[in-house]
């Protein structure tokens, strides 16, 4: 079993930056890929950015460029760096972790309003 529990959401202006944190109970031998997602209402949950136990990354190719992806492995934490935000970047956004056992755990998410 691995908790999950993003934080970092909140209100902020068009132009403006946000951090994501996502922290994961288990340590990172347990813990293979980890990823951000968001669903804004209305439409699918979307893949944002992931990034795997060695550090490679990928990302939504809209999002490429404004939004980076981190991992500190020693706390057990994955970022979304998140620039210039856009009013369509307002969006629940959930963190994923890929266990080493092959299950994923969702956290709850957190929420971010991007205003015009």
């Known amino acids: 079993q691995v908790q999950v529990v993003e934080s970092g959401g909140g209100l902020v202006q068009a132009g403006g930056s946000l951090r994501l944190s996502c922290a994961a109970s288990r340590t990172a031998a347990s813990i293979n890929g980890m990823a951000w997602y968001r669903q804004a209402p209305g439409k699918q949950r979307e893949l944002v950015a992931a990034i795997t136990s060695g550090g490679s990354t990928n990302y939504l190719d809209s999002l490429k460029g404004r939004f980076t992806i981190s991992r500190d492995n020693a706390k057990n934490t994955a970022y979304l760096q998140m620039n210039s935000l856009k009013p369509e970047d307002t969006a629940v956004y959930y963190c994923?972790?890929?266990?080493?056992?092959?299950?994923?755990?969702w956290g709850q998410g957190t929420q971010v309003t991007v205003s015009s």
């Open positions: 994923k972790v890929s266990s080493a056992w092959g299950f994923d755990y």
